[in-house]
């Protein structure tokens, strides 16, 4: 026999359809929503990632540059050509070969510094030294090239440790023989070590790391010229 339901009964059916029907849709948008905040972690933790790989990315302490190392360059500049200029005298001067190939290793090795140097105070915006024809620039110890917009007079630029005034160089330049040798050898001595303290305070004050790379080149090169000079003069 067939039941026969009454219409009241029917509404309430109807109604407990609907409700069931809406609660089934909110646990399925619920499910998408948190879906949806599930990846959220997953973009957040990516964007991290970037931002460690940015914090991790080089700084440019290796590229950039301080006042210590624009004087070292300033400085160096003139101080190598002082030696230069003393190694040229010796192919016409000197009498012992070795002295000869000492000059020629020391030129050979300055020259292309100097050129170094001149590059990184162009790239820089500093003023690059001028140099007369004995490599004094001068006066004893000190370049005195600046000009208007340099930044640096000449009197604020200090003392040079090891530059040789311009009565040595004059009076090396009028030597030859065995006298020229032993002068040559003494003077250069003197150089090399007014260079060592130069590159020394480069090595420790300085920023821009090729120069500090260079300054430790040439304590290392320099402190190896000393050593063999002075056993060239017979001394320890």
Not at 36 to 42: G, I, Q, R
Not at 219 to 236: D, F, N, P, V, Y
Request: net charge positive; proline share 5%; glycine share 10%.
């Amino acid at each position: 026999m067939a039941i026969r339901r009454s219409p009241l009964r029917r509404s309430v059916l109807r109604r407990s359809a609907a409700l069931a029907a809406a609660t089934t849709a909110a646990l399925v948008l619920t499910a998408c929503g948190g879906g949806a905040d599930s990846a959220s972690p997953s973009r957040s933790a990516h964007s991290g990632h970037g931002a460690t790989a940015d914090a991790a990315t080089p700084s440019t302490g290796r590229t950039g540059h301080n006042a210590q190392d624009v004087t070292f360059a300033q400085q160096m500049i003139p101080h190598h050509r002082q030696a230069v200029a003393m190694a040229d005298l010796a192919p016409t001067r000197a009498r012992s070969q070795q002295v000869k190939d000492l000059a020629a290793q020391i030129r050979k090795a300055q020259d292309p510094e100097i050129a170094t140097m001149t590059g990184w105070l162009q790239a820089w915006g500093a003023r690059v030294p001028e140099s007369d024809a004995s490599g004094t620039a001068g006066m004893p110890g000190m370049d005195h090239s600046g000009h208007p917009g340099s930044g640096h007079s000449a009197a604020s630029m200090p003392a040079m440790p090891g530059m040789m005034s311009d009565a040595d160089m004059s009076g090396l330049e009028k030597m030859s023989g065995d006298v020229f040798d032993r002068a040559f050898l003494r003077m250069m001595i003197d150089h090399h070590e007014g260079a060592l303290d130069m590159a020394r305070t480069e090595q420790a004050k300085g920023a821009y790391g090729p120069a500090t790379a260079l300054a430790k080149s040439i304590a290392a090169s320099q402190s190896a010229e000393i050593a063999g000079m002075r056993k060239m003069l017979g001394e320890r």
